[in-house]
């Protein structure tokens, strides 16, 4: 088989990815993953959740995505969106959330919060459109993307030195509290994922695909512009296995949000994704 040098052109345009010269074909496709999501109701208490407290895999540099589509938010309290919790203390907890008029925050926690930042007006409602979020911690900054685009928060209501360790954990992906949701998330969330390092500027162009996200496989390489497949710890492919509907399809420990989940039935599986 003779491989072509990245850049190669098929039909007339330019590929990023290495090219088959035989048969025309990129070596790293991006198969259309899944073509579904879950759709989280808000007002009613709905989460995927694994409440065992497992080893997630990462430490002190990591690096999470997911893609939204956000309906309306509570305003009475936030909306969880993801979180990552020891089931007794907050020691390494990661809490993602939305709050009123579109805003986005993130928590830090290291026995106290030693990070706390707000995006306003981040998201769009009504669920008018997908968008692909991706936050980075590398032990001294916490960034965030959206749409592959760094997005600088406008405010920081505690920004103090910590570090974070890898402990075991559990996940709630849609709701907050344990072991009884509140807060839940009221949008569809396609394929929440996490790796044990950070993700580069060109990673995260490859995994956003120009807004074709369904279209990317997170546990395979595409060429030098994503090689850290190996370092993909969870990847939920939420309702793509309608039997097992937070099927994890990660490296790590597996931590299938099935387990302990309320409220979420193949009913909640819509046929929506980033495409």
Request: charged residues 20%; contains cysteine.
């Amino acid at each position: 088989m003779v491989i072509a040098t990245a850049d190669s052109r098929v039909r007339g345009r330019t590929s990023r990815f290495p090219i088959d010269s035989k048969l025309g074909a990129s070596i790293f496709p991006f198969p259309d993953s899944s073509e579904v999501c879950i759709d989280f109701d808000g007002g009613t208490a709905e989460e995927l959740a694994n409440f065992t407290g497992l080893n997630i895999g990462i430490g002190n540099a990591w690096t999470i995505a997911m893609w939204l589509k956000t309906e309306t938010f509570d305003s009475s309290a936030p909306d969880t969106i993801f979180e990552l919790a020891p089931n007794s203390g907050s020691n390494n907890r990661i809490q993602i959330r939305a709050t009123t008029a579109g805003a986005f925050r993130i928590e830090l926690n290291s026995v106290a919060v030693f990070k706390d930042y707000v995006w306003s007006s981040l998201l769009t409602l009504s669920e008018a459109a997908w968008e692909f979020i991706v936050i980075t911690w590398n032990g001294t900054n916490l960034l965030l993307y959206k749409n592959s685009t760094l997005t600088v928060e406008t405010a920081r209501d505690t920004d103090d030195a910590g570090s974070m360790s890898s402990n075991d954990r559990r996940v709630s992906v849609g709701g907050w509290a344990f072991p009884t949701p509140t807060r839940s998330f009221d949008g569809r969330i396609f394929a929440p994922a996490i790796w044990s390092v950070v993700l580069d500027q060109t990673a995260i162009d490859t995994l956003y695909n120009g807004g074709a996200g369904k279209k990317v496989d997170y546990s395979r390489d595409h060429g030098l512009d994503y090689a850290d497949s190996a370092n993909l710890q969870h990847w939920w492919r939420i309702g793509h296995d309608s039997g097992d509907i937070g099927k994890d399809s990660g490296n790590g420990t597996n931590i299938d949000l099935d387990v302990d989940s309320t409220g979420i039935t193949g009913g909640d599986i819509i046929t929506d994704a980033p495409s």
